[in-house]
């Protein structure tokens, strides 16, 4: 399995902007951001598809992140909702769904929180 490492998380007024790095040890045809509320499910974000660029985003996110071949999460215009453990995955597929079950490696995860 790749093995992956996230960084960048923090705390940020509501309006502000983050940028999360992820670390990996080696080539991935796909690379994703996933994020997981307090109480909640882990959730999608945004994907890549590191041969191709090709992106894909949620809706809730889609606008104000933006997420680049070097795996990294720029976000931007944050609001309290945004509050998660965002975590960093990878799989060897050339599709990228926004599907925790389709990835089989993870990051520890790094915590963003967002004030009112």
């Known amino acids: 399995q790749v093995q992956l490492a996230e960084s960048g998380g923090g705390a940020v007024q509501a309006g502000g902007s983050l940028r999360l790095a992820c670390t990996f040890s080696?080539?991935?045809?796909?690379m994703a951001w996933f994020r997981q509320a307090p109480g909640k499910e882990r959730e999608g974000v945004a994907s890549?598809?590191?041969a191709s660029g090709r992106t894909f985003y949620d809706d809730a996110v889609k606008d104000r992140f933006s997420i680049s071949r070097d795996n990294a999460l720029q976000m931007n215009n944050l609001k309290s909702y945004d509050t998660a453990i965002y975590y960093c995955a990878a799989r060897n597929r050339w599709s990228c769904p926004l599907d925790v079950s389709s990835y089989d490696s993870w990051g520890q995860g790094t915590q963003v929180t967002v004030s009112s």
């Open positions: 890549i598809t590191s």
């Open positions: 080696e080539y991935t045809d796909c």
